[in-house]
């Protein structure tokens, strides 16, 4: 990503330690009793050491989630999930950001398990108006469950970043001026959730749950949010940290360094492409995917 702090201070600023401080205090990992409701599981989600880790648990009779107290209208909003270990076949860790209402929009990483020793997919799509169908895949370039990695979602009106490790992984550009929706308008909010899905993740519904493994567990922490738009309710009242005009990640694009790493990226570990999949699209693939690069 381009954003560099330097960049976006104004001269005067500059000049000044203090007020530096204050305007840019650093972006702090986040409390997650502050941040986040526990909504799904009777017990099986659990907040510790002090607001500063999460786990999720599934087990035969229910999974589990939570979800963010705030809506962002627009973020760039940074997790470190690691997921769950051994065999995970036939589970699923959602990690999504989402509106309400019939046509909403949504950013989604799922995580489909699988086998113990085989690779985890990385599930990615992006709604809008309640239509996805933008499916890409990914196989990660590390163990998913051996440590914590970050998986972060950077959403302004230009485009959709997301990115693991700091690495762009997926664009999703705004391009209404070629006809195609984009979120821009419906306030979202954050959720994950941990759950069976063993009709269809693991090689397409072959692979089972394995309920003698169970409970499965997948853990949260350094939740970073310090750079995205609250929404307060009203129609157009949206509160911004930092003030929107100062902060660059409002504005940001992928720089052409990012560019190059999300190409490495999909060209390494992308192991499907709704915009190739002719199969699906006979008449052609949609409008998105032929303008630019995703
Ligand atoms: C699980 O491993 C198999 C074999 O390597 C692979 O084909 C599949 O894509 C992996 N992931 C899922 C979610 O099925």
Known sequence: MSTSISLLIPPILALSCCSLLLLFPPISAADFNREFDLTWGQGRAHILDNGQLLTLTLDRTSGSGFQSKNHYLFGKLDMQLKLVPGNSAGTVTA???????AAWDEIDYEFLGNLSGQPYTLHTNVFTNGKGDREQQFRLWFDPT??????????????????????????FKNLEAAGVPFPKSRPMRLYSSLWNADDWATRGGLVKTDWSNAPFAASYRDFRAGEVCVWRGGETSTFCTPPAATSGWLNQRLDSMSQQKLRWVQTHYMIYNYCTDTKRFPQGPPTECNTAAH
């Open 95 to 101: 990690y999504f950001l989402k509106s309400g209402g």
């Open 146 to 171: 051996a440590d914590f990695h970050t998986y972060s979602i950077l959403w302004n009106p230009n485009t959709i970043v997301f990115s693991v490790d700091g690495n762009p992984i997926r664009e």
